[in-house]
């Protein structure tokens, strides 16, 4: 919980100081729609709104108690609230999804919580119309920018990798790949063609990826030379920001044009706008093999910058992540190419093993007798109950679900 606040606060601040907030009516975890809240007058003024981004299951919770307990209290800042929880996604055709993302194109800074990615075992459980895409992959392709994943280092926190005596940060690229990829199934042999038409009317380009004999999966996968180059400006600048070394790893070997596009760009970059910095600071850029990489962050004492592609920067931040304790412990904050808007999120998932605890034990808690107001009422008529007798308020209510999770957890 800390570390979410920990990442939180950060983006926050970035907005710079504003009028007081009315929360937004569809936050109704610790109060009733459109309550006002009476904070004193000392809390830090933000200027500008910041737009809100709820999530899933139980980080959904620990959020609002975040946002309830430690942040409106101490801070006065409008929040602009988009519900990115699955079955309003599912509602609106994953159009809020969108939208949440056009606010911070508009307001600059955003704070996302963990959101589910349905899997067909998900779109069962929640009656999915579909399979909605990655809500985090949608945002950062209409946002772009690179995603900077460090861990929060704390001295009684044992270290997994005991070698890692400084932070690593990751430079996740934010766009296309995996994540904006056409992909699919075939159930008969034929053949997977992929054909470039160019808009100046040349010629067609056209090539054949492979003869299918039976049923098989194809993909097409795109990236640009604008997001590349904007991806490694912004990891030039951060690692000066650091005066830490900068690695870049992909796999050209195996797919020469593709990450070979990547490679080319960087040491152009490079070359003609940051060596001359970067030997100030006595700090070098170095591209990688991804495998051989991976080895040498092992072998490491931390302390670079390590830019990664989408798919090997979403795997490989949670390998950092653990190594240096926990998920919880890492920071995520996707920094756009215009240098002013940030989205800062969670960098783990949902923590849905923890939620199934919370609702079993909010059941058994009521079916154990202690409850509230209006489900006292559906037993006994609200005429008729009385308080600590048949009900309990609201904070011991909570109190009660805490005490049965702790002991459901093995806390008690």
């Known amino acids: 919980m800390a570390a979410r606040c920990l990442r939180a606060v950060p983006a926050l601040s970035r907005a710079a100081g504003l009028s007081r907030c009315t929360p937004p009516a569809a936050c109704t975890a610790l109060g009733p729609p459109g309550q006002r809240r009476h904070y004193a007058d000392r809390r830090i ?47 609106t055709d994953d159009q809020v999804t969108i939208d949440s993302a056009l606010a911070t194109k508009k307001y600059s800074v955003a704070v996302k919580c963990a959101t589910i990615t349905p899997d067909e075992a998900r779109v ?44 690593i940060t990751i430079g996740r690229h934010a766009h296309g790949d995996q994540y904006k990829a056409t992909d699919f199934v075939v159930n ?17 380009k056209e090539w054949e990826v492979f003869n299918f004999p039976g049923g098989g999966v194809g993909m097409g996968m795109y990236n640009t030379d604008e997001s590349i180059s904007g991806f490694a400006h912004s990891c030039f600048q951060y690692a000066i920001q650091k005066k830490w070394p900068l690695y870049m790893s992909t796999k050209n070997t ?42 040498q962050v092992l072998k490491s004492s931390g302390g670079f910058v390590w830019a990664c592609k989408n798919y090997d920067g979403d795997v490989q931040s949670d390998i950092l992540a653990q190594g240096f304790g926990s998920l919880g412990l890492m920071t995520s904050v996707l920094v756009c190419p215009d240098g002013k808007t940030i989205e800062a999120e969670a960098a783990h998932g949902t923590v849905t093993r923890h939620y199934r605890e919370h609702q079993k034990v909010c059941v058994e808690t009521v079916e154990s007798g202690t409850m509230t107001k209006d489900l006292a009422g559906c ?29 459901a957890l093995g806390k008690k």
């Open 188 to 204: 008969k042999s034929g053949t997977f063609k992929m054909v470039f038409t160019p808009k100046d009317g040349s010629g067609v």
């Open 379 to 407: 037993i006994h008529g609200l005429a008729n109950v009385k308080l600590n007798e048949h009900f309990v308020n609201t904070t011991d209510f909570l109190d009660a679900i805490k005490n049965n999770l702790d002991k």
């Open 45 to 91: 003024k933000v200027a500008n709104p910041v737009v809100e981004m709820d999530g899933d299951e139980m980080t959904r919770i620990i959020w609002a108690f975040i946002k309830e307990k430690l942040i409106l209290p101490n801070v006065d800042v409008q929040l602009k609230y988009f519900d990115l929880g699955l079955p309003h996604r599912d509602k």
């Open 124 to 167: 069962e459980e929640f009656k999915l119309k579909k399979m909605w895409k990655s809500p985090n992959g949608t945002i950062r392709n209409i946002l772009g920018g690179t995603v900077f994943r460090e861990p929060i280092i704390c001295k009684n926190i044992p270290r997994l990798v005991p070698g890692w005596t400084q932070p």
């Open 254 to 295: 195996i797919l020469k044009a593709y990450d070979g596009r990547f490679k080319d760009i960087f040491q152009e970059i490079f070359d003609k706008h940051y060596k001359t910095e970067f030997d100030k600071l006595k700090i070098w850029y170095e591209h990688r093999l991804i495998d051989d990489m991976v080895a």
